[in-house]
């Protein structure tokens, strides 16, 4: 079964600061996708980012990287000098078609709290 | 377009009483997914669809109801709510052609006195 494993509960960092959230995948599927949602304070879910098992280029966005590595089932995600923000609660999620019909297992997410 | 809309934003119910919470998306996407988020354990599938008049178990199925009487509209029922069903449910969507990229609604508070 398809697991997402986000170890960090919460994190705390000092404005400007670098910050990377880990992100650990289990799937058998060859074909599989990945996601980062952010999930501000007023609750709802915004999506950062998807990237496709074929694809193991790291993205950059602005001051958001994304490091994908196969080999160790990882994607990560790196804030680069952090803003007070950015605070809220970020999910990876993984989403296979292990059951037929693809869908979406999230991690239980990592609470990144920036102080200025 | 309005995107994925969630009905009620915020409820509280009684032990024993029962309510339907609606999700509705205007993008015209065949498959409709309930999940609810409970603290420290993000977000967890109860239910799924993949066209009008087909439903499919999630992860938490068990309390829940769900039914696709139209395309845009995906109901999830609670018969006789319990505290633990004390959530927040998201709605999301996804057109087939793309099934991975999920599209989620704003979100059901949901508090079981």
């Known amino acids: 079964a398809q697991k997402v494993t986000q170890a960090q509960t919460e994190i705390s960092v000092v404005e400007k600061e670098d910050v990377t959230l880990d992100c650990v995948y289990e799937t058998r599927d060859t074909t599989y996708y990945l996601f980062w949602y952010k999930q501000p304070p007023s609750g709802e879910l915004v999506f950062l980012i998807r990237?496709?098992?074929?694809?193991?280029q790291n993205e950059i966005s602005g001051r958001y990287s994304w490091n994908f590595q196969k080999s160790t089932s990882s994607f990560n995600f790196t804030i680069t000098a952090s803003q007070v923000v950015d605070s809220a609660v970020y999910f990876c999620?993984?989403?296979?078609?292990?059951?037929?019909?693809?869908?979406?297992?999230f991690g239980k997410g990592t609470m990144l709290l920036v102080s200025p | 377009n309005a995107g994925v809309t969630q009905t009620p934003k915020f409820r509280v119910l009684k032990t024993g009483q029962s309510m339907t919470l609606l999700c509705a998306q205007d993008?015209?996407?065949?498959?409709m997914y309930w999940y609810r988020q409970d603290p420290g354990m993000g977000l967890r599938l109860i239910h799924y669809s993949v066209g009008e008049g087909t439903t499919a178990k999630g992860e938490v199925p068990d309390g829940y109801n769900v039914s696709r009487l139209k395309k845009q509209n995906f109901l999830l029922g609670l018969e006789s709510a319990a505290p633990s069903q004390t959530s927040v449910y998201f709605c999301a969507s996804s057109w087939q052609g793309n099934q991975e990229t999920q599209y989620f609604g704003p979100g059901t508070r949901l508090l079981v006195l």
């Open positions: 993008m015209n996407h065949e498959y």
């Open positions: 990237r496709n098992s074929f694809d193991e």
């Open positions: 999620a993984l989403s296979d078609r292990n059951s037929g019909y693809s869908t979406l297992t």
